[in-house]
């Protein structure tokens, strides 16, 4: 839980200080940064999990995700990437999307202290 609360603070950084800059006024008034932090960490997951049952990697995301990465996705690699086939493929893309619903579950939580 700890883990996802910094990625969100991290990820809500990276909004205020390198994307709402390249924003116009009235855009950057209307961007609800803590929600778009809270989607932003989870949408990694959703476009790590596509690469990867696409590729059986994850560098695809590497090259195509310009925003921070939740410290999950680096722990999961941490423990080494599969093969490109079988089970340890599977049990990776597993681990992907049981880790998604964790930070699921964070994210709900911030969001709820946040109100």
């Known amino acids: 839980a700890e883990r996802g609360r910094r990625d969100y603070e991290t990820y809500k950084e990276y909004l205020i200080k390198e994307v709402l800059p390249e924003?116009?006024?009235?855009?950057?008034?209307?961007?609800?940064?803590?929600?778009?932090?809270?989607?932003?960490?989870?949408?990694?997951?959703?476009?790590?999990?596509?690469?990867?049952e696409k590729d059986k990697s994850l560098d695809s995301f590497d090259v195509n995700w310009d925003a921070p990465a939740p410290a999950g996705l680096a722990h999961l690699r941490e423990?080494?990437?599969?093969g490109p086939?079988?089970?340890e493929a599977?049990?990776?893309?597993?681990?992907?999307?049981?880790?998604k619903e964790?930070?699921?579950?964070?994210?709900a939580a911030v969001g709820a202290s946040a109100n």
Do not use: C, N, T
């Open 23 to 52: 924003l116009g006024d009235d855009e950057r008034l209307s961007v609800p940064v803590e929600q778009s932090a809270r989607d932003g960490v989870l949408e990694a997951f959703d476009v790590a999990i596509e690469f990867f």
């Open 85 to 87: 086939g079988g089970s």
């Open 90 to 99: 599977e049990d990776f893309l597993a681990h992907l999307k049981e880790m």
């Open 79 to 82: 423990g080494g990437m599969p």
């Open 102 to 107: 964790e930070y699921a579950k964070v994210m």
